[in-house]
């Protein structure tokens, strides 16, 4: 096994909040223990994301703080799709990136570990809540976050590029104008040679 490029020094919860839902029926289970066997296809769920790190590492950042939201809300379903839960939940977590990759490619690979981080923690904790619950515990999808990933990572590494580019721009000394004296006219040079 090879250690992870990534330590991550803390994982924090900002928002937990489960609601069950009193219009979901379970179906009958052949388990002692009721455990919702029940498929996303046509969940609609929501995931917002932020992705920051210390201004004083922007040549090369090393310290992300990764926010994840995700919200799956019986109001925004469709297609007939009755939820056991309505869930909110954010998280942040704080990675420390050790490995090698530059530019784009450290983007791609602080945002691909950090949502499964994040996400991993959701889902063990609305697990162990919804366990406890009137319908039984569930499981949230197992996730691929790749093309989240491909469509975050670029616009990351955009405004990176566009923050380095202001720094140098604004650590370039400013040209200064140095007054010119003018040359006297022929008139002056004349009334000058008259007085003398």
């Known amino acids: ?3 992870s490029v990534f330590r991550l020094s803390r994982l924090e919860f900002r928002r937990f909040d489960i609601e069950a839902n009193p219009e979901y029926i379970l179906p009958e289970q052949p388990a002692v223990f009721p455990q919702i066997d029940f498929e996303f296809n ?3 769920i929501e995931l917002g994301t932020d992705l920051a790190y210390p201004d004083d590492e922007l040549e090369d950042p090393r310290h992300f703080t990764l926010s994840l939201k995700l919200s799956i809300q019986q109001s925004k379903q469709v297609d007939g799709v ?3 839960y309505s869930i909110t939940i954010e998280g942040t977590a704080y990675l420390n990136f050790r490995g090698k990759d530059e530019g784009l ?3 791609q690979v602080v945002r691909g570990t950090g949502y499964l981080m994040v ?3 959701f889902r063990e904790h609305i697990a162990n809540f919804t366990a406890r619950s009137v319908h ?6 197992t996730p691929n976050f790749n093309s989240r990933v ?3 990572a670029p616009i990351d590494f955009e405004k990176w590029e566009a923050a380095i580019a202001a720094k140098i ?3 370039k000394p400013k040209a200064t104008k140095v007054a010119r004296k003018k040359a006297p006219d022929a008139s002056e040079e004349q009334i000058s040679k008259q007085k003398m």
Request: net charge positive; no cysteine.
């Open 1 to 3: 096994m090879n250690p």
């Open 42 to 44: 046509k969940v609609q």
């Open 82 to 84: 009755i939820l056991p």
């Open 105 to 107: 490619r450290r983007f």
């Open 119 to 121: 996400y991993s923690a």
């Open 136 to 141: 039984g515990l569930w499981f949230l999808p």
């Open 150 to 152: 491909e469509a975050d």
């Open 169 to 171: 721009a604004k650590s």
